[in-house]
Antibody, heavy 122, light 107 residues
């Protein structure tokens, strides 16, 4: 089965750090651009970051730029999100998602993990 | 950033009803518009891509269309499993942006 499984979420104090992981299985991970998308409690979806198949292209939402770092290890079929200087507004369920794309560089998310919850609170 | 505005924000309907949800982009995005369904406690599921293309495995009662910067998701005959929240997403330019969601409830 094609699957994404996130881990690493938890409760962290403001200004703290957390590293999220996403393990892929059932597909050729190294062939796909991958993304992180988050959802604050009771709110909508917000794109966070993306990384191309061999890490050539990396993008961040303005809200996390300079604080979050996306990376991947294709040998281990894993995606990561290092989150530093966390704020209360970063509290959300963080999903990793596979990008099958179309028409060139047009992100399209066909596979999502179940999410890992990050809570930033003192 | 391109702003995506969905209407209505919530909607009550009955099994068998025909339902239409609208998404408006703040600028032209051609047909780079995708629709997702999210049920409580679950990850989003891709329904339609490029405005009108049905994702594999999605029932044919779902359809999408485009007119300028306005996009519609139509469910021709609501089934019990269709009650969920629906999101549009533009993939025309970075950053990717989503609509605020439309919650579809049972009347």
């Amino acid at each position: 089965d094609v699957q994404l499984v996130e881990s690493g979420g938890g409760l962290v104090k403001p200004e703290g750090s957390l590293r999220l992981s996403c393990e892929a299985s059932g597909f050729t991970f190294r062939s796909y651009t991958m993304h992180w998308v988050r959802q604050a409690p009771g709110k909508g979806l917000e794109w966070v970051s993306s990384i191309s198949s061999i890490s050539t292209y990396i993008y961040y939402a303005d809200a996390v730029k300079g604080r979050f770092t996306i990376s991947r290890d294709n040998a281990k079929n894993s995606l990561f999100l290092q989150m530093n200087s966390l704020r209360a507004e970063d509290t959300a369920l963080y999903y990793c998602a596979r990008d099958i794309g179309y028409g060139g560089d047009s992100p399209l998310f066909d596979i999502w993990g179940q999410g890992t919850m990050v809570t930033v609170s003192s | 950033d391109i702003r995506m505005t969905q209407s209505p924000s919530s909607l009550s309907a009955s099994v068998g009803d025909r339902v239409t949800i609208t998404c408006r982009a703040s600028q032209s995005i051609s047909t780079y518009l995708n629709w997702y369904q999210q049920k409580p406690g679950k990850a989003p599921k891709l329904l339609i891509y490029a405005a009108s293309n049905l994702q594999s495995g999605v029932p044919s009662r779902f359809s999408g269309s485009a007119s300028g910067t306005d996009f519609t998701l139509t469910i021709s005959s609501l089934q019990p499993e269709d009650f969920a929240t629906y999101y549009c997403q533009q993939s025309y330019s970075k950053p990717v942006t989503f609509g605020q969601g439309t919650r579809l409830d049972i009347k």
